[in-house]
């Protein structure tokens, strides 16, 4: 069974950094392409970044850019999602997702995602 897990989340200062974790079973992760979004109460959900198979594409949306790096450790089958600067408006669940059409390449396109981890909330308080 394709499973991810996402962890790491907690409530942290403005300022402060927080690695998130999403470790997956039933495939490898150098065949596909993972995402992470998040969604803040009362907003849509919005992707934050993504890794292709085999590390070859990443990116990181604008809102976090600079403040994000986003890692893939193969061996581990755990996509990273290392945060710092961290600012109040990054206080969201943030979820990670995986998309079996990606191989190389990764979307932040939501309904793109074939399988879905549970959530880890991030609280940054000012």
């Known amino acids: 069974d394709v499973q991810l897990q996402a962890s790491g989340g907690g409530s942290v200062q403005a300022g402060g950094s927080l690695r998130l974790s999403c470790a997956v079973s039933?495939?490898?992760?150098?065949?596909?392409?993972i995402a992470w979004f998040r969604q803040a109460p009362g907003k849509e959900r919005e992707g934050v970044s993504c890794?292709?198979?085999?590390?070859?594409?990443?990116y990181v949306t604008d809102s976090v850019k600079g403040r994000s790096t986003i890692s893939s450790d193969n061996a581990k089958n755990t996509v990273y999602l290392q945060m710092d600067s961290l600012k109040p408006e990054d206080t969201a669940v943030y979820y990670c997702?995986?998309?079996?059409?990606?191989?190389?390449?990764?979307?932040?396109?939501?309904?793109?995602?074939?399988?879905w981890g549970k959530g880890t909330q991030v609280t940054v308080s000012s």
């Open positions: 997702a995986a998309d079996f059409k990606s191989f190389k390449d990764c979307s932040l396109y939501s309904p793109a995602m074939d399988y």
């Open positions: 039933g495939f490898a992760l150098s065949d596909y392409g």
């Open positions: 890794i292709g198979g085999f590390s070859e594409r990443t």
